[in-house]
């Protein structure tokens, strides 16, 4: 059994009963007396601490006096939209909320992970698949809802006789995309975290600030790079070059 950190074991000792029913209805193997895992407590408190920011910050808007969080927000917007019209087009605006929330939840998850006695969730390789999959989900999605059934044409190639090659080379290199983003994400996130904590146990003052500061850039490069890569699979799924 993995160790517990405190969020978690209030879990299991307080609200095990719901999890195991629902474990049970999924009809997942799992441990009775601790249903509950890291990762997923952890993901829990970074959504919830997410829905508490946004409720405060959508309470204190100003268009004549913002102040500093929504400034930085307001920062974060404008770059990710600028990198969404760059990528994506004119039709950007359709899917700035995807990328906008995919980035700051990844980007929470990696820098919670800094506070003492919390872990990131994104060390633990079930977030960043799940990431990564709900991403191919809905990148075919929009692609079907933007092109229809001519979406499945980029599957075929530039002529029918090449269909049976271009085919399961297409069908391929869209399922390794979602393997390529979870293990990017979670080999990242997992090799940083173990040495800061590891240089954390060693020195008490200089060197782990060197690491803490590694870590906020490659925490905040990785949720970059994610939700780029996102944009660039919606952007082939709506275009209608295929």
């Known amino acids: 059994m993995e160790h517990e950190i405190w969020i978690t074991s209030l879990l299991n000792s307080f609200l095990a009963g719901p999890a195991n029913a629902v474990l049970n209805a999924a009809g997942l193997v799992h441990d009775p007396t601790h249903p509950w895992s890291n990762w997923l407590a952890m993901e829990i408190v970074v959504a919830l601490l997410l829905v508490v920011l946004f409720a405060v910050v959508r309470s204190q808007l100003s268009v004549d006096t913002p102040g500093k969080l929504q400034h930085v927000l307001e920062v974060i917007y404008e770059f990710l939209g600028a990198q969404a019209d760059e990528v994506v087009g004119h039709d950007a605006k359709k899917f700035r909320v995807f990328f906008g929330t ?128 996102a944009m660039i699979y919606v952007s082939g799924a709506v275009s209608h070059e295929h």
């Open 102 to 229: 995919l980035f700051l939840f990844i980007l929470s998850m990696n820098l919670i992970g800094l506070i003492p006695g919390l872990e990131s969730p994104t060390m633990f390789p079930q977030v960043t698949v799940a990431l990564a999959v709900w991403t191919f989900l809905y990148y075919h999605a929009q692609g079907i809802r933007t092109n229809k059934i001519g979406y499945f044409r980029q599957f075929v190639g530039p002529m029918l006789l090449l269909a049976p090659l271009m085919i399961p080379i297409e069908i391929i290199s869209h399922f390794a995309r979602p393997l390529s983003l979870s293990v990017r994400l979670y080999a990242n996130m997992f090799a940083g975290e173990q040495v800061y904590l590891t240089f954390l146990g060693l020195t008490k003052v200089f060197i782990p600030a060197i690491f803490i500061g590694l870590h906020l850039f490659v925490s905040f490069l990785q949720a970059y790079i994610f939700a780029l890569l």
